[in-house]
């Protein structure tokens, strides 16, 4: 046989197997459509049953998580207005995630859960968002967290979070985020304060296991001013007055914020108060 025919009988092999391949593959696409066709009845039929179940008619709303900044009464009007506090509602007419994302739009909340627990419970779990500061404008007290989001002031006041003084143009809005690009190194403070990890001499130690701050502004050179309280400071620290303040450099926050940490461990040990400031913003940190 010669090399002409060989090869065109290789190819005509290739062709057919090639014409197999794709038939086979249509009749899996065709198959699993039908399955998931039927799933999709069998699912409805199934939810169409249980939501017509009068035993699964909601008794009881669960409420957890939402401790400082989101009363009761506002989930149970979101709620409301979701239309899932109805007389005889049943569990399975009500969307989880259509509750999840109306109680998610609210500025406090920082994420939702939403459970069915049988036969007549809806559990309802709030993660809220964590108040860091409080920003005081026009008279008015909010709570910022530290992404910058204005958050409601809530019933349990926390007035024993720092006053930031940054500047903000126009009218507040609840759920809106203050940050700009000059005041930025407030809010990178507020991330650090509970999360930067200091290590020294075998131990660890949070900023805010250290000094405790009463206000944080910015310097007119931008730079970061905490002033800080005297009360709730560890004893091994020492702090000798209210006000005393800490100066950190707004381009080297971490790098300042953990010369300022290093220097109250390592004096820590002969008790010696701090009267007035600590400059950090640069390789040798000023004391008075």
């Known amino acids: ?15 057919k197997i090639r014409q197999q391949l794709i038939t086979g593959f249509t009749w899996l696409l065709c198959l699993a459509m039908v399955l998931g066709t039927l799933l999709l009845l069998v699912s409805g039929l199934r939810l169409l049953l249980l939501s017509s179940n009068p035993q ?19 989930i149970y009007q979101q709620l409301y207005d979701l239309e899932v506090i109805e007389k005889k509602i049943n569990l399975f007419q009500i969307s989880p995630s259509e509750v999840r994302e109306k109680l998610e739009a609210n500025p406090a909340i920082h994420e939702v859960k939403v459970d069915r627990i049988l036969p007549s419970t809806l559990a309802v779990t709030i993660s809220e968002k964590q108040a860091r500061a409080q920003l ?5 007290v909010y709570l910022v967290s530290n992404d910058s989001t204005l958050l409601p002031y809530g019933e349990n006041q926390q007035s024993y979070l720092p006053l930031i003084a ?8 609840l759920g809106q985020q203050i940050s700009t690009e000059e005041n930025q190194v ?10 930067y990890a200091i290590k020294r001499n075998g131990e660890t130690f949070f900023p805010s296991q250290i000094f405790k701050v009463a206000r944080i502004r910015q310097d007119p050179k931008g730079d970061l001013v905490l002033f800080l309280k005297q009360s709730g400071i560890s004893d091994n620290f020492k ?4 006000n005393v303040l800490i100066k950190l450099d707004s381009s080297e926050l971490a790098l300042s914020l953990d010369r300022a940490c290093i220097y109250l461990i390592e004096n820590r040990i002969e008790g010696k108060a701090i009267e007035k400031y ?6 040798r940190v000023f004391v008075e």
């Open 186 to 195: 407030v809010f990178d403070f507020l991330n650090y304060y509970d999360s």
């Open 136 to 140: 005081l404008k026009d008279g008015k």
């Open 239 to 242: 702090i000798a007055r209210n």
């Open 56 to 74: 699964f008619v909601l008794e009881k709303i669960e409420i957890q998580g939402n401790t400082h900044i989101t009363p009761d009464e506002t």
């Open 278 to 283: 600590i400059d950090a913003r640069s390789h």
């Open 1 to 15: 046989m010669s090399r002409s025919k060989l090869l065109a009988k290789r190819e005509e092999k290739i062709l």
């Open 166 to 173: 940054v500047k903000v143009d126009g009218e507040l809005k």
